[in-house]
């Protein structure tokens, strides 16, 4: 089975910035002179004609714009026009905007008073109007628009991480922010386009801290319905599911929970296969926590994202070291349903689909090590299905009698099966290439 990450092909996505917290330049490479191409030279004399020899460049420390110059078409009148990144006397950092002529560039405007180093720069195709600049600075992050030769400013936010993406589907960019208050207590707000106006949410009080965050994006839930999704670490060993829409006009939050049938601790309900895991502390609302550091995604590659469930008795604790089997539940607008089971090995990066009849006649343990699963059966404790994954510069012999069923870059994964097609736990070898999820 192929690989359907929230940040497939599928989705429409653009995941473009990183935190705050980014490895300083390495020292002895910003002492040497830059190397310019000849079209950086000639933007390099004109910006020396307009404001003398004595500023530094700068440049974007993230991100694939990462030039003291970089060239977009600001107005969309077909022609680029450069932007430069400077300061001048380790001042503020500016920006000077050039046009092209037909020998040189010349400057025509330049705008001041920027603190802090460039995080990173990129383009946002936020409303009717075009490309908007979306800079990310050390603790904010601004959104310029180039119009009548001057960039003006048309939002500013402090901000831990931005994300620019498409959450409705619309082919136009939100930005999504991420930041911290004063009380320390983090916040989202979305960014968007109405017209020809740039808009935003108000602020939406989340528990992901940005650090946290392992898995960001944005996709469908269920029939065009978008949605932006993180997922993040809340506590050791915990993980939670937060989404985000864009609604009249506004930002709304969703759990996992919002879209199961019923909110209050399932502990005896009869459905056998899902046991609804309520985690306390965080308000009124269930909230679904779990110990599998696994995100959304669209596992079965229908377009839709489906939000990962655990199967258990009790509730998500810290540092938990038990592996619990998983569901993917999709929402069709009325309830959610599985449409995946199995298990996650984190640790070696992925999935394991198994049959639903599974769930609570087999348990799954570490083998000899993180790299290995054992599953056994529950009444028994006979070994039912064994998983290695084992480096491609070790030795493979030992493993020769093993059904070689997958392989990455680094890693080939062997299965042994320990049932004969008559047991209930039979698992066809043809169809244990495809039980593998590379996350």
Known sequence: MKKFLITAASLILCFVFSGCNVLEMDTEALMKPPVFTAEQEKLNAALTEVIGE????????????NSAFIFKDLDGDGTEEAMAFYSVYDESTRINVL?????????????????GDIESVNFAEIDEKGSDVVIKWEQEVGIYRYENERLEKVHGDSCEGAEITDIDGDGKNEVVIISKNAMGRNSLKIVYGSGKEVLATDDISIHADYPNIFAKGSGKIYDGKGMFFIDSEISEGVYLTEMFALEENGAKRFFISDFMEKEEDESESENEGIVVVVGGGYGKRGIFLRNTKVPCMDINGDGIIEMPVELREDYAQDKSSEIFFLQYMQYNGEKSEPVWNGVANTESGYLFTVPESWNKKVSVQNGSSTDSFVFTNVKTGAAVLEIFAVSKNDYQDKYEDYILAAEDETKNYYVKLAEGEESEFYIAPETISESFIFI
């Open 54 to 65: 004595s500023y530094v460049l700068r440049y974007p420390k993230t991100g694939e714009l």
């Open 99 to 115: 046009k092209k002529t037909e020998e040189s560039w010349v400057s025509v405007y330049e705008a001041a008073g920027f603190y």
